[in-house]
């Protein structure tokens, strides 16, 4: 029985792309093209593997990935990304991935990558291995003290806060009321000192809080 694979990536004909590369060692089960798909479609399919991309709507991979291993911390991830930025990479592993694959390197590394998670090994892109060890040892606690007073609810409304949507759609997004997003937005401002939902969006980008 092959491995079962989930794949989430918002551009159709990349993520099909992806399928050709995988099927024919990997069944892919489902291609979902949002971070809320994406954590739905996990609960559900329980895949052996999941390869997300980072920049997704609704829901960015990073913190889809650490929904996902929140509530099962069997499934393996390989975060698949055009974001050369080693900050993105050591995110990545910091909210349970064990993989990292830049789209360009695809053709030649996912199917390692895969392999290697399945058996409980970690696969970082050559091109970023280096920088990311050096990250992990040398950024973590700081990008946990820019993050750590963020709630999971509020990392979801600075999401899509800086996906452009207004507090009403964000309240339907997330089946709350208007006034418990605005709650939380002018409670993100004040914790970090910023005025505009602008600067905060940008601080959030700044510190890879969300994906841009």
């Known amino acids: 029985m092959r491995p079962r694979i989930l794949l989430a990536d918002d551009h159709r004909i990349v993520a ?28 559900k399919l329980r895949p052996d593997v999941i390869v997300a991309d980072i920049s997704m709507p609704l829901l ?12 099962d911390q069997d499934v393996r991830v390989v975060v698949l990304t055009m974001h050369p930025d080693v900050t993105y990479a050591v995110s990545a592993l910091e909210a349970g991935a064990l993989g990292y694959v830049l789209k360009h390197s695809a053709p ?7 392999r290697s998670v399945l058996t409980g090994k970690s696969y970082v892109t050559p091109l970023l291995d280096g920088e990311i060890m050096l990250g992990l040892n040398k950024g973590a606690q700081k990008r946990r003290e820019e993050s750590a007073h963020l709630t999971r609810r509020q990392r979801e409304v600075l999401q899509l806060l800086a996906e452009g949507y207004s507090a009403k759609e964000i309240a339907s997004i997330l089946n ?5 997003v605005e709650y939380h937005k002018y409670q993100m401002m004040h914790d970090v000192g910023m005025k505009t939902v602008a600067e905060l969006v940008r601080y959030a980008i700044k510190h890879h809080i969300v994906s841009q």
Not at 16 to 43: K, M, N, Q, T, W
Not at 60 to 71: P, S
Request: no cysteine.
């Open 60 to 71: 960015n991979g990073i913190e889809a990935v650490r929904q996902i291993k929140k509530a």
């Open 16 to 43: 099909e792309g992806l399928r050709s590369l995988l099927e024919p060692e990997f069944e892919v089960v489902r291609i979902v093209e949002d971070g809320r798909a994406l954590v739905d479609a996990a609960e």
């Open 108 to 114: 030649a590394e996912l199917s390692t990558a895969v």
């Open 176 to 180: 709350i009321s208007t006034r418990t």
